[in-house]
């Protein structure tokens, strides 16, 4: 039988209850996706990831619009590569300068073939 008292200790019992998935893994799968995006110009997700994804990639283009150096540093607290931040603040702030907002959108891709997860295409409105 079970310990009872203490949760999430080493022992007779091992490790029991453990979340598997945590805010931060969360956070850094979101930081990976929009840092491929902006890389890439289109990423292929599932349909869960995709209102906060959109909603991170705006506000990058909008760092990048800034342009001064502080919306560079909070753009590379959040972004992976240098290459993403050198896109972002140079191809892409000059192609969206005139354009207010609404710099993604999202587009159904079907479902996926191993679980049947709903697919969505995010890119970059050019």
């Known amino acids: 039988m079970a310990a009872q008292g203490r949760k999430n200790v080493h022992g007779k019992t091992g490790v029991r209850f453990k979340a ?3 805010k931060q893994k969360h956070e850094n799968q979101l930081r990976t996706l929009v840092t491929d995006l902006i890389v890439h ?10 209102k906060e994804l959109k909603s991170l990639a705006d506000h990058m283009v909008t760092l990048g619009k800034r342009g001064d150096l502080h919306a560079r540093r909070q753009a590379a607290a959040v972004l992976r590569s240098e290459e993403a931040l050198n896109k972002l603040f140079g191809e892409l702030a000059k192609s969206f300068e ?4 609404g710099y993604t959108r999202a587009l159904k891709a079907g479902v996926r073939v191993g679980d049947n997860a709903q697919k969505v295409i995010v890119e970059f409105v050019k």
């Open 20 to 22: 598997a998935y945590t």
């Open 41 to 50: 110009d289109r990423i292929t997700v599932t349909s869960g990831m995709v």
């Open 98 to 101: 005139k354009r207010n907002g």
